[in-house]
């Protein structure tokens, strides 16, 4: 019997990448003199936060897991100054950053950290628990990939409300193999959803490297089966990530569904509070603390631009530092939660 030739499946018009929608990772914003300012503010709020934290962990005030956020903080700073008021920021439990990103305060980070009464989640939900909705900060999610789920689901609402408003969902790389993200992609794409997934790839997933854990390393790649578009982002540029920001939040708002932003960052630190780090070498994280730092390049350019001068940078470093002693002061000292508390804002 003869067999019919088999034909070659017909190839897919559009590849769903950034480039086949039209997109690519725009040029970095010129910011303006102001612009870099609250940007250097804003990131090293987040940098002498995350060293006192340790700080703190280390002399025992702290405990269980401490995920500390040093070296991203131009991927949540970039964003935040994309946003509009009622867009919503959701992560995993690397979230201090985010948290004083969307003007959570220090004082309540903190306590919250050290599990005083006067926390975020009144002592009670520590470093990866943390929530606020008047700030539409909706956690610090301890189980990898479980925040992705949640993220899609605060973008249906929005949609169902016809609010304009865009949800930023926050995950590692990592988190980019966990199976139930693909289910939100699913969705959200179906569903045309105002959700803009933002996968951080600093390298490592606890101590392993990208190279050893993904097929496909390109995580702007990762929305193919699903027709979301996605665009790699120089995260340690904030600039850059604002760019990104801007165009990912107009493509959400004009209905267009989701986008990925694959932000190509690095943390310096160990991925929680012991780390013997033998997957990485010194030299590796010595060369992206001195060629590639987010808060050296806009210190640099302010300098450069005469917008600032040392005097003024290190002014500004005082009154950063004054914020955060302030915050750390409160968190040693505010009473624990009373026992009476135990049975509270919990769902039995
Ligand atoms: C479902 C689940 N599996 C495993 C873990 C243990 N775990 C905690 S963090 C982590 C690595 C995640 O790495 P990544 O998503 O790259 O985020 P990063 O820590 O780099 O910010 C793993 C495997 C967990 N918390 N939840
Ligand atoms: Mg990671």
Known sequence: MATAARKAPAKSKSRPDGKSAGLSAPKPVDFTKDEELD???????????EEKAGQLYGMGFIGGFCHLYIGQEAVVTGMKMALVDGDQMITA???????????????GVMAELTGRRGGLSRGKGGSMHMFSKEKHFYGGHGIVGAQVSLG?????????????????????????????????FNMASLWKLPVIYIIENNRYAMGTSVSRSSAETD??????????????????????????????TEWCRAGKGPLILEMQTYRYRGHSMSDPAKYRSKEEV?????????????KARLLEKKWADEDELKTIDKEVRDIVADAAEFAQND??????????????
């Open 39 to 49: 940007a250097y503010r804003r990131m090293l709020l987040i940098r002498r936060f």
């Open 93 to 107: 439990y690397r979230d201090h950053g985010h948290m004083l990103a969307m003007e959570l305060s220090p004082r």
């Open 152 to 184: 899609t689901g605060l973008a249906f609402a929005n949609r169902y409300r016809d609010n304009n408003n865009v949800t930023l969902t926050y995950f590692g790389d990592g988190a980019a193999n966990q199976g139930q993200v693909y289910e939100s």
């Open 219 to 248: 995580f702007s790649h990762r929305g193919a089966s699903f027709k979301i578009p996605g665009i790699q982002v120089d995260g340690m540029d904030v600039r850059a990530v604002k760019a990104a920001g801007d165009l990912a």
């Open 286 to 298: 010595q060369k992206m603390r001195s060629e590639r730092d987010p808060i050296e390049q806009v």
């Open 335 to 348: 009473a624990e939660p009373d026992p009476s508390e135990l049975w509270t804002d919990i769902v039995l």
